[in-house]
């Protein structure tokens, strides 16, 4: 498989029916508490990133905010770049087998940018596993990731062992805003699930994202 094509993402924007069996991680369809949840921002270096998690009682989901800024600390000049902002839930998957599951669902309502699922795992530092997405602007639309679409970043770099990710040890879960530039952003989430779907879904988004936060479009086949 191709570097592009396993960065590809599935969407089913119209809510058929679909056959998988499913798994609840989160769903924010009623009142729920937010302590499992950890903001993580480029202030941890002495950036300027501001983002908030918020549950939205009247309509009944997450929101996920803030503001990018890529304002280098003053008083650190080693941090080269900044502009990051994550929310991520801890999650207990000792109780399933997830050979059982091949994708992520989650039901999102974002802007004009691109975010990020991510996965992580506590014994290993400084290392994330992501998978791209983008939404059409203003619109609640469902985003399914196979679970081999997944990506190792360590330290900021993406590495190019493309692999299957071993799903032993993942202990949370969340969103990362991506693009990097500058200025609010803003994502609504009503659930996040793992599902066993063979399905084919309905159209695939195959751009990426450099490391550099530029979108690059793979060359039409």
Known sequence: MS???????MFNPFGGAIDY??????????????????IVTDQEVGGFTTAAFKFNPSDQFAEFSGIISKKL?????????????GVFGKIDLSDYDLNTFNRISVRVKSDKRTYSIALLKSCEKQTMYKS????????WETVEVPLNEFFKVHKGVVEMDLSKIETKGIDSIGFVQTDKA???????????????????????????????????????V
């Open 3 to 9: 570097f592009f094509s396993k960065l590809s993402k």
């Open 21 to 38: 069996k499913e798994v609840v991680l989160f769903s924010f369809r009623q009142q729920q508490k937010l302590d499992k949840w950890r």
């Open 73 to 85: 600390p003053t008083n650190n000049s080693r941090i080269k770049s900044t502009g990051y902002a």
């Open 132 to 139: 791209i997405f983008a939404t059409t602007p203003n619109q």
């Open 182 to 220: 500058e200025g609010e952003f803003n994502l609504k989430i009503e659930y996040i699930k793992l599902i066993q779907s063979q399905s084919t879904l309905n159209s695939l988004d195959s751009r990426m994202i450099s490391s550099t936060g530029r979108i690059i479009y793979p060359p039409s």
